[in-house]
């Protein structure tokens, strides 16, 4: 039982590439979600799903889009990175349905893949 | 949207003492209230929560307390270790996180 797994760890990236980030769960949960950590901003969320096929924004979508590929996978796609995206990015997982204030969106994370944009 | 936010920013405690982190929300609708702790280098993970039915919480040395009219909860850590050492993030409603706050145990 692995929880929730992300990949890559570290990445670094030029100004104007892209990449994909990967996210799998195997808890079974129904609703998955991006974060990113910078120093004195705490946790921001960058998008959500509630469910398989259904994708939401959060606070900072901008420069971000993702995929919800089926219940275990959501990825996360940097189409033209920028240095403001330099950041550790987190995925995580929740039994409970995305978007509604419950106990049973208790979040599981990943254990973080670390951007660096040049 | 939710607005959290989180008193002090850093808090330094020696060993043994109390350490009390506060965390003020702005939705009143709010009703699920998490806090998870972070260590260096490593994932955030819940280690208490609270729903708006209960005023208090405990577990072993944690414990939280939340006031529904002031829109405010509170971690609480009674006899601090070092291991405590780490951010604490707070969160409210559709888990919007605070900015997180530094808790140094000097042994």
């Known amino acids: 039982n692995a929880g929730v797994t992300q990949t890559p760890k570290f990445q670094v990236l030029k100004t104007g590439q892209s990449m994909t980030l990967q996210c799998a769960q195997d808890m079974n949960h129904n609703s998955m979600y991006w974060y990113r950590q910078d120093p004195g901003m705490g946790l921001r969320l960058i998008y959500y799903?509630?469910?398989?096929?259904?994708?939401d924004k959060g606070e900072v979508p901008n420069g971000y889009n993702v995929s919800r590929l089926n219940k275990r996978e959501f990825s996360l796609r940097l189409e033209s990175a920028a240095p403001s995206q330099t950041s550790v990015y987190f995925c995580a997982s929740s039994e409970g349905l995305a978007g509604r204030d419950s106990g049973a969106n208790v979040l599981t994370f990943g254990a973080g893949s670390r951007l660096t944009v040049l | 949207g939710e607005n959290v936010e989180q008193h002090p920013s850093t808090l330094s405690v020696q060993e043994g003492d109390s350490a009390v982190i506060k965390c003020t929300y702005s939705?009143?609708?709010?009703?699920?209230f998490p806090w998870y702790k972070q260590e260096l280098g490593k994932r955030p993970q819940l280690i208490i929560d609270i729903r708006s039915n209960v005023g208090e919480k405990k577990d072993q040395r944690i414990a939280v307390t939340l006031n529904k009219t002031a829109k405010h909860f509170s971690l609480h850590i009674t006899e601090t270790q070092p291991e405590d050492s780490a951010v604490y993030f707070c969160a409210a409603g559709k888990l919007t996180f605070g900015k997180g706050i530094t808790l140094s145990v000097r042994p």
């Open positions: 939705d009143s609708a709010s009703n699920y």
């Open positions: 799903s509630a469910s398989e096929g259904t994708t």
